[in-house]
């Protein structure tokens, strides 16, 4: 019997190229349960195996709990400290007390109880070493062969493990099939209970990247930085590019000779027609390049909400803008800013009803006369903040004004501010959440305060909220803080479906 286990442990772990300890492991775990199997009472079990001889050792042991516990949960398998004290003076509290029990043999019933654990165990020990082999190669390009397609995702054959492509992942109206040859990204490693544990990519931006690090030299040696990349998957992308060298000419080395290069990514995804882009530190220039071929006349940043008014000609517009939208999306998703594709005509439409609005609104708030008023929008004043913490000395530079107007202007837009704050704290101060609202987790009584003095004060209300109206009404709220506050007050609906499950 001893030899029969030596013999199970060296072939399967030979077989299967899992650790020994990992197979006895599983033998010791299959014997302990078949000798709870023979005990009619509730007993605990524990095996353990001589590693050089084979043989075995069994022992009924008792899990050491409180003398205060009045009733034990499970008699047969717990003990109070004192009593697990009297046979074992080291025992502790969540400690365990043993006594020898008579083995069970290797028979039928605990071979075939042991090889399903060691089946279990061998399939857990080969994704432990999949997901060990590629972990470091997470975010690479890999290249497989459809093995088969389960319901439109494609199994990839990567030689020592398969990966999964899903459907989702695929480029539209890819057509694969058993037997061909792919590239993608490896997008994701992590053990799963079961199938694939390896998550491949063929839409993700990153495989743009890596594939021109492939064919052209200078982006995979360093020579040529690749700063981003977005993709409409199987029409169009766009991808920035930057030369640390001064005597390479970026776009020109990723498009190769008669575009070589360039159509070898392309055909690699499928037809996309890919945009090479010059990437600037200049924001403003940087959105110029990404839009081009089409001519851009003038750009209005907005730092705070990262976005960019860009005045393009009437006979631009639907180039600048793309079907469907796909060209002025694309440069956003490259350049990471809000974009605002307009004429002339509108963005001076737009700019003339701003102006007037804040001409409006200095002349009511602030007192001043209208030519006061415009002299200021001329200058790009447009809000009470502006007037108020804008350095005196610029002020001073604008002509038409005087020290005296520019002081008084300063103190008014202060006081008016200062008592909009005080207002509004005391509407903070003054609101009412309710209890649920700030008991929840990841809240605070001020946040709290702050969502019921705008009409949300129960977590069935905030629920209801979305991250962009979170951000809104809290004042410096992260995404990922709006996001956990949803989510937390959202608990309740996952908890009710699941107990209708």
Same mark, same amino acid.
């Given at each position: ?36 199997k023979r005990h009619r009472d509730d ?9 050089? $001889? ?78 060990? @082999? ?20 494609? +199994? ?83 991808i920035a590019v930057n030369s640390k ?31 090479? +882009? ?37 006979? @631009? ?38 102006? $007037?609005?804040? +001409? @409006? ?8 006369? $209208?030519? $006061? ?100 009404? +809290? ?27």
């Open positions: 019997m001893a030899n029969e286990i030596l013999q199970v442990v060296e072939a399967v772990s030979r077989e299967k190229n899992v650790d020994r300890e990992v197979i006895f492991g599983a033998l010791e775990a299959a014997l302990a349960t078949a000798t709870r007993i605990d079990a524990r095996v353990s195996i001589h590693r050089k $001889t084979g043989d075995y050792d069994t022992f009924r042991r008792w899990l050491v709990v409180d003398d205060d516990v009045e009733t034990l949960a499970f008699p047969e398998r717990e003990m109070r400290l004192s009593e697990a004290r009297a046979r074992d003076p080291n025992a502790e509290v969540g400690g365990y007390v043993e006594e020898p029990l008579e083995p069970v043999e290797f028979g039928r019933i605990a071979a075939q109880a042991a090889k399903q654990v060691i089946v279990q165990k061998v399939r857990e020990a080969e994704r432990e070493q999949i997901v060990n @082999q590629f972990k470091d190669r997470q975010g690479e390009l890999v290249t497989g062969v459809v093995k088969r397609l389960e319901r439109g995702d494609a +199994i990839i054959d990567l030689g020592s493990a398969e990966a999964l492509l899903a459907k989702s992942a695929m480029i539209p109206r890819e057509g694969l099939r058993p037997g061909d040859r792919v590239r993608a990204y490896l997008e994701d490693v992590h053990s799963t209970p079961r199938g694939p544990q390896l998550f491949l990519s063929r839409v993700a931006p990153q495989l743009l990247v890596e594939l021109f690090k492939l064919e052209v030299p200078e982006a995979g040696e360093g020579l040529i930085e690749i700063h981003g990349a977005a993709r409409d998957p199987g029409l169009r992308a766009k060298d001064p005597r390479i000419d970026p776009i020109g080395a990723c498009v190769g000779m008669r575009g070589s290069r360039v159509q070898s990514v392309s055909n690699e995804l499928g037809g996309e027609r890919v945009d090479i +882009i010059q990437w600037s530190q200049d924001p403003a220039q940087f959105v110029i390049n990404a839009l081009a071929p089409a001519e851009v006349l003038s750009i209005v940043v907005d730092e705070e909400l990262r976005s960019m008014d860009v005045i393009v000609d009437e006979a @631009q517009l639907s180039q600048v803008i793309g079907r469907g939208g796909q060209n002025v999306r694309l440069a956003s998703e490259l350049t990471g800013w809000e974009l605002n594709i307009m004429t002339e005509e509108t963005a001076s439409a737009r700019g003339q009803s701003e102006a $007037t609005n804040a +001409i @409006q609104m200095f002349v009511e708030i602030l007192g001043i006369d $209208t030519a $006061t008023a415009e002299i200021l929008v001329r200058e790009g004043f447009m809000s009470l903040d502006e007037v108020a913490y804008v350095p005196k000395q610029e002020m001073m530079a604008v002509e038409g004004l005087t020290e005296q107007q520019i002081d008084a202007m300063r103190d008014r837009a202060r006081d008016i501010l200062l008592t909009r704050a005080i207002t509004l704290e005391e509407k903070i101060d003054m609101a009412e959440p309710a209890a649920d609202l700030l008991a929840m987790p990841e809240m605070d009584e001020h946040t709290a305060r702050v969502l019921a003095s705008h009409g949300i004060k129960t977590m069935e209300e905030l629920a209801d909220q979305s991250v962009d109206d979170l951000i809104g009404i +809290i004042e410096g709220l992260s995404e990922d803080r709006a996001r956990a506050l949803i989510m937390a007050a959202r608990a309740p609906w996952f908890a009710d479906e699941g107990q209708g499950a």
